[in-house]
């Protein structure tokens, strides 16, 4: 798959029987889903859309959920070799650096490691560039 692909819904709401609260789940791939690093921010500032890492294509990328109508869209098509987390993904996986990515808030811009780049794709345009050589 690549930049711009698409993906249905995967949201299903439940109700939590002990507490009677609401739950959202917002993907449900059988495959490793997460949000960015703990302390960078996953969302847009209109909240209008969630940036996460998925490794549903078997190469981890990032992803855009739109919390309106659930639609997943791919951001990145990195294809690095080792980018994984060694103690939490699947040895030998590929894609970009799954750990190092951060969303400008202000821009829409996600920024992430590809192979000795710096690359960015905008969460509403999907335009991809190269940032700069590391």
Known sequence: ????????????HTTDAATGRS????TSAEANSYPLYYFI????????????????TGYVQLYRLDTQTGEITQLTDGTTRESGWAIWC?????GI?????????????????QDEEIRSTN????????????
């Open 23 to 26: 739950i959202t789940q917002y």
């Open 41 to 56: 921010p996953s969302h847009t500032l209109d909240n209008r859309y969630v940036v996460f890492h998925s490794e549903r």
């Open 123 to 134: 969460l509403i345009s999907l335009e991809n560039r190269h940032v700069c050589n590391i």
């Open 1 to 12: 798959m690549s930049i711009g692909s698409t993906y249905p819904s995967e949201i299903t």
């Open 90 to 94: 699947q040895p030998h996986l590929r």
């Open 97 to 113: 650096y799954n750990h190092l990515s951060a969303l400008n808030q202000i821009t829409n811009d996600v920024f992430y490691f």
